[in-house]
């Protein structure tokens, strides 16, 4: 699955550009794009659709790197004024990037949020209010301990100066409970948001559970596994589903996720997607449903890493939510986009899955909330994928990780930040 590279031009502003061609070399129009056998040798799809689309070429086009020296990148906003917010693993922090490929220290005021012990866990995912052109306040995740040795992911909010690149009134809004081990730090914290028309919050938490019982994401008196949806205050949205029950947090939407790191409503149709890490096999791409049970540890297209099936083995369980779309083997999806502008017409319903085992950009054709092809993008880079976002110019955004799951003062300072614009 590598991509054919024609040429590679330095042009100014430490800028580089890539040009590629739509056609990836080895890969066959109308086959699936993996041929690999799956990990769980009995997995079936429950539909015609939900595994291994075809592979379908669309539109060839060029990278260019916005700046190469970031250490543990994890997701980005777009200002109104062009510039871009990047967040950052290590040192746990937010930056600016200006219109000239410049970045900022770090933003004031984020780091202040955090345990001393917790700055090298990291800001996670950022987003802008509806109303930031007026309000400026914007959003973000990050991990951080309680009594300096359990932690969980945190949901925070401040009004950014960007004159004074200083986040203003900051305060934590929310805490997932409960607090976990920090032993378990770094994997399976979720921490995306998406944030509704209406204002609201949909947040993202993994199970945080490294092994079994994963029984965590089945039950409603904890936020692990969980999609919540609150308030821009921090409190339970007031169409909750499990408002009033006794026994049930407030604040979940829906649960039975793993490692939910991709979060991103469709513009057309409003539904609210997610893609989420399996284990060993069974990444999975969902729609989330108000109230709804989306299978983890039950029903699952994966099996443990040692080999052997989770739980009954199962695939499928009435009363559980099937996943749109899943992969086996992994591609450990991080990251999600659909592409709302117009700079490519060939790309109009597709949806970007960010890889990072598939080492990829994965471009997803979506038909009445079905995937009907698929086609493997920046193969030939060999770079983890953390982030996609479309930008309001209608180029992509991508954030490559040249870390691990876990980051550390030695992690290389070598991811990037590019972007995609027709050839």
Known sequence: MKLFLICTVCVSAGLFIVSVKAQTPGLIEGQPVDKRPPEKTDNKPTFPEQTRAPYHATAPFQITTLIDTLPAPWSLAFLPDGKILLTERLPGSIRILDTKGVLSEPVAGVSALMAPDAKDIGVLDVALDPHFATNHQIFFTFYDYINGTNSNTWIARGRLDEAKCALIDAKVIFRAQPAMPSKRLGGKTGGRIAIAPDGTLFVTTGDRSDSPPWDVAQRLDNHLGKILHITADGA???????????????????????????????????????????????????????????????????????????????????????????????????????????????????????????????????????????????????????????????????????????VSPNTPPTSKLLKLTPK
């Open 236 to 406: 339970a949205a007031p169409d909750n589903p499990f408002l009033g029950k006794p026994g049930v947090l407030p604040e979940i939407w829906a649960y039975g996720v793993r490692s939910p790191e991709g979060l991103a409503f469709d513009p057309k149709t409003g539904r609210l997607w997610e893609n989420e890490h399996g284990p060993r096999g069974g990444d999975e791409l969902n729609i989330i449903g108000k109230g709804k049970n989306y299978g983890w540890p039950i029903a699952v297209h994966g099996i443990d890493y040692p080999g052997k099936a989770i739980g009954e083995g199962v695939v499928h369980k009435d009363g559980m939510e099937d996943p749109v779309y899943y992969w086996d083997p992994v591609i450990a999806p991080s990251g999600l986009a659909f592409y709302t502008g117009t700079l490519f017409p060939q790309w109009q319903g597709s949806l970007f899955v960010g890889g990072l085992g598939g080492r990829m950009l994965d471009r997803l054709t979506i038909v009445n909330d079905h995937v009907v092809a698929e086609e493997p993008l920046l193969t030939e880079l060999h770079s983890r994928i953390r982030d996609v976002r479309v930008g309001p110019d209608g180029a992509v955004y991508v954030l490559t990780d040249s870390g691990t799951a876990t």
